[in-house]
């Protein structure tokens, strides 16, 4: 991909995280860590447009997806969840998953 050079104007706490994360080997120089925070982004972008429209075909073929089914929805999952965690507890009681 063909790179362009710009100027930007950027907090003196994120050059200083870029540096060190350049420092711990974490990213080639603070372009790339630049580039991948702006890549990330963009992607991260894209996917909450799909996620967008996902919602909203769903909602035109089934009605829309109320606070109440929403709130139930997170019920049961934090239900289910507490019941993997139990199983999960038990297994290391039993000693399944070693030392």
């Known amino acids: ?3 362009r ?7 003196a706490g994120l ?14 120089s603070v372009s790339a ?4 925070a702006m890549a990330a982004k963009s992607e991260k972008r894209r996917l909450l447009a799909a996620l967008a429209e996902a919602i909203e075909d769903y909602e035109a ?3 829309e997806i109320t606070d109440e089914a929403l709130d139930e929805r997170q019920r049961l999952d934090l239900q289910a ?13 039993k000693g399944e998953f070693g030392t």
């Open 1 to 3: 991909m063909t790179k």
């Open 5 to 11: 050079r710009i100027t930007v104007t950027v907090d």
């Open 15 to 28: 050059i200083e995280a870029a540096t060190n994360a350049v420092n711990a080997g974490d990213a080639s």
């Open 33 to 36: 860590w630049v580039n991948e």
């Open 61 to 63: 073929e089934f009605g």
């Open 81 to 93: 969840a507490a019941q993997v965690r139990a199983r999960l507890r038990e297994r290391k009681a």
